[in-house]
T-cell receptor, first 115, second 108 residues
Framework: DGGITQSPKYLFRKEGQNVTLSCEQN?????MYWYRQDPGQGLRLIYY???????QKGDIAEGYSVSREKKESFPLTVTSAQKNPTAFYLC??????????????FGQGTRLTVV | GQQVMQIPQYQHVQEGEDFTTYCNSS?????IQWYKQRPGGHPVFLIQ?????EVKKQKRLTFQFGEAKKNSSLHITATQTTDVGTYFC????????FGSGTKLNVKP
């Protein structure tokens, strides 16, 4: 089955720790995205990547880091510098950069809780 | 970046009533997409509109793109409990710009 997989589904982190969220896709998509969603809120873009070995900051990149060493993988690290990391994190991909006929495919999401 | 505004933020309806959510932009958009996110789930693509004045239907859902390509609407006729969720509009230009969403609750 083709799709986009996020792991883990639930993640608990102690304050001051870094944590990495996994996102893998086998759709052969060039572009990948990370969004953050807070309860009752919309989606805010953290980072996006349109091609391997390249990525750009979104609207709320502070306290986060990413890498894009492989086309299939776009892991997100939530660092200790992120002051309020508890949220639902969604990874998405699209066949290429978001042009007028491109749709986004989302993973199931990772719910991160700081304890 | 470019923002799309959605109204209302929340809508509670009785099953069988109609529902409409609106998406507005201050600038002309090349396209509009609509996504649905069920409670606890992830957004799923519903439809895309690219032409001025375009209207598309999916069963009880009707999507419109304004003549000036600055606004769009999603109308659901005779809501059902399966329609519960948050509906997002988005447009894409190098990246996806999501609206704030309209959360629909349907009471049986």
């Amino acid at each position: 089955d083709g799709g986009i997989t996020q792991s883990p589904k639930y993640l608990f982190r102690k304050e001051g720790q870094n944590v990495t969220l996994s996102c893998e896709q086998n759709l052969n998509h060039d572009a990948m995205y990370w969004y953050r969603q807070d309860p009752g809120q919309g989606l805010r873009l953290i980072y996006y990547s349109q091609i391997v070995n390249d990525f750009q900051k979104g609207d709320i990149a502070e306290g986060y880091s990413v890498s894009r060493e492989k086309k299939e993988s776009f892991p997100l690290t939530v660092t200790s510098a992120q002051k309020n990391p508890t949220a639902f994190y969604l990874c998405a991909s699209s066949i290429d950069r978001a042009g007028p006929t491109t749709e986004a495919f989302f993973g199931q999401g990772t719910r991160l809780t700081v304890v | 970046g470019q923002q799309v505004m959605q109204i209302p933020q929340y809508q509670h309806v009785q099953e069988g009533e109609d529902f409409t959510t609106y998406c507005n932009s201050s600038t002309t958009l090349s396209n509009i997409q609509w996504y649905k996110q069920r409670p606890g789930g992830h957004p799923v693509f519903l439809i895309q509109l690219v032409k001025s004045g375009e209207v598309k239907k999916q069963k009880r859902l009707t999507f419109q793109f304004g003549e000036a390509k600055k606004n769009s609407s999603l109308h659901i006729t005779a809501t059902q409990t399966t329609d519960v969720g948050t509906y997002f509009c988005t447009y894409n230009f190098n990246k996806f710009y999501f609206g704030s969403g309209t959360k629909l609750n349907v009471k049986p």
